[in-house]
């Protein structure tokens, strides 16, 4: 990895997007340079997102091993769930785009000494506000879950509150790392960006487990019974595995730092909201915020929804992680990659390189991810009992985890494509139609979630009232 970002030999792709093409080679090279450098980016962040994607699927096994799907997970994921929808509101989604969008323009038409400003500019506002945010979300902690998970028992409920309590300032810390990934990238530096979730899933995994082992004292036993109350060692292993992951937030942001003072960032105690590369940010990220985060706004629809039944927020986490996997293999690749060679030709109003290089990316992520979708579809239950099916995780487990797999695999063609096709718009200024195709879907998984689970309900009664006539009879 080091070896592409310091060798002279290697660093035309850093130099690409780092410095503007004026060189008359560079403009008979033609369309193709752009598409180039997306296909060579991604494949550096493909293999970086490889590991992280493994490394997490490793990590939910963990967790389907000692905490199953159940009382202890449900409550995890409720909890882990509100900061990481508001992580994809203001940090890695809209803030990433808009970030990188204002930064390129920045080193294009002004000075690197002026977008290094911005840079400064965006970490410490980020900073403020959103360290306000988790003070806020601490204290209403219990609150927020009630909005969203009103099915959880008392217990239950209490449980969630304090593990959201403790991972509230999540958001805070993968805000700076998406700011630092941002800068990083569009020096055309991908591999220790995109290497951070890795870092992130084996600190919060080796932390989490410690402290877990340590505050349960020395173990924890899973019950059978899923509407059992776990006692106080399984309890106190699951804040555990919360603190670890908190612990692994900080690290995602550390890893990046010496990169960052690597390509010339230096770090400015300033603040303020009247400067003009700020308000682009923010005009920009204000649409882009619903733009960008449809599926996690969809995700707690059906967090909310499904609730009251027991285990059915593991089962749509697990299978929603094994989703994630190859849409962060292709689509998230592809998309980090295309974002800051999108933003400079979109800057440099070279219109017919920014369309071959969207229609490139987009052939590339159907090319990967439709063979994935049907894969999952058809084969979601032996890969569910070969990853997930031990420990506390039941043989009943498995067909509810598949059903929930194979109705998000229908759209993972669709949202790896979203990745590169939202912040397209954002690079030509248009972030109102990404906003209004998102509200779209959201009111859409809204109406589908209320209406089946109905339907699902009348269905259910009428079978339960056949079953007692017939058993009267």
């Not at 993968?174 to 990083?184: E, H, K, W």
């Not at 498995?398 to 993972?412: C, D, F, K, R």
């Amino acid at each position: 990895m080091s070896n592409i970002e310091q060798e002279p030999a290697e660093s035309e792709l850093a130099e690409e997007l780092a410095e503007p093409v004026n060189s008359k080679e560079a403009v008979e090279a033609g369309s193709e340079a752009p598409q180039r450098s997306v296909a060579r980016s991604a494949g550096i962040v493909s293999i970086a997102v490889m590991f992280s994607r493994l490394l997490g699927l490793v990590r939910e096994m963990v967790f389907a091993r000692y905490f199953g799907a159940g009382f202890l997970y449900d409550a995890y994921v409720v909890a882990f769930r509100i900061p990481n929808v508001l992580r994809d509101l203001f940090a890695e989604g809209a803030l990433s785009v808009a970030f990188v969008k204002v930064f390129t323009d920045y080193q294009i038409n002004k000075s690197e000494k002026e977008a290094w400003r911005l840079a400064s500019l965006v970490l410490n506002l980020l900073a403020v506000i959103l360290s306000v945010i988790c003070i806020v979300g601490v204290i209403f902690s219990r609150q927020f879950v009630d909005l969203i998970a009103d099915g959880f028992s008392p217990e239950k409920a209490a449980l969630a509150t304090t593990l959201t309590q403790i991972m509230f300032p999540f958001i805070l810390l993968v805000a700076l790392a998406a700011v630092a990934m941002g800068v990083l990238n569009t020096k055309g530096i991908f591999g220790i960006p995109a290497s951070a979730s890795t870092v992130f899933n084996i600190t919060s995994l080796l932390f989490g487990l410690a402290i877990a082992y340590w505050l349960s004292g020395g173990g924890w036993l899973s019950s059978s019974d899923k509407n059992a109350v776990p006692g106080a060692a399984s309890q106190w292993a699951i804040i555990g595995m919360a603190i670890g992951t908190l612990i692994g937030g900080a690290a995602q942001f550390l890893i990046q730092v010496p990169s960052l003072y690597k390509v010339g960032f230096r770090f400015s105690p300033v603040v303020s909201i009247a400067d003009e590369g700020v308000r682009k940010v923010i005009a920009l990220m204000t649409p882009a915020i619903l733009g960008t985060s449809a599926v996690q706004i969809n995700v707690m629809i059906n967090t909310y929804f499904v609730s009251g039944i027991e285990g059915a927020n593991s089962w749509l986490n697990y299978s929603f992680r094994l989703m994630q996997f190859p849409i962060g293999l292709f689509g998230v690749a592809v998309g980090t990659a295309a974002i800051p060679v999108l933003s400079r030709l979109a800057s440099q109003n070279k219109t017919k390189d920014f369309r071959d290089t969207i229609s490139s990316s987009m052939n590339l992520v159907f090319l990967m991810t439709l063979p994935s979708a049907c894969g999952l579809i058809v084969l979601g239950e032996p890969i569910i009992r070969l990853i997930y099916a031990r420990g506390a995780f039941k043989e009943s487990d498995v067909p509810m985890t598949a059903w929930a797999l194979a109705g998000y695999s229908i759209g993972l063609t669709g949202y790896a494509a979203i990745k590169i096709l939202s912040p397209a718009f954002y690079a030509i200024n248009d972030a109102k139609t990404p906003m209004m195709i998102a509200l779209a879907s959201i009111v859409v998984n809204l109406i589908g979630s209320y209406g089946l689970r109905e339907r699902t309900r009348t269905a259910t009664g009428t079978l339960a009232s056949l079953l007692l006539r017939r058993s009267l009879l």
